[in-house]
């Protein structure tokens, strides 16, 4: 099993950036594909950025450019850099993982984009 904690969500205005991260319970090294996904009030979660253990990337076409996933092996944590934030981006926003064809999330983090 892996257990992920999310964490570095909050409030930003608009153009603002913010940092998530997410700790898994055990070494990711072995863990094919890590992201990030997110469900804003009554839509259906989307994808927004995955990355493999070999390091290719997928972004949603919406987030290409502002948004950029990385992984910290050492420190079994996955971020998600978001810069020029909009209110469109406003979501709770879940870790994901996927290792021995299990799926696993996080409990999610709340970022709201808002003067």
């Not at 969500?9 to 950036?17: D, K, R």
């Amino acid at each position: 099993q892996v257990q992920l904690v999310e964490s570095g969500g909050g409030l930003v205005q608009p153009g603002g950036s913010l940092r998530l991260s997410c700790a898994a319970s055990r070494s990711i090294n072995g863990i094919y594909v890590m992201g990030w996904y997110r469900q804003a009030p009554g839509k259906q979660r989307e994808l927004v950025a995955t990355m493999t253990n070999g390091g290719s990337t997928n972004y949603a076409d919406s987030v290409t450019g502002r948004f950029t996933i990385s992984r910290d092996n050492s420190k079994n944590t996955v971020y998600l850099q978001m810069n020029s934030l909009k209110p469109v981006d406003t979501a709770v926003y879940y870790c994901y993982s996927f290792w021995l064809g299990v799926a696993y999330w996080g409990q999610g983090t709340q970022v709201t984009v808002s003067l």
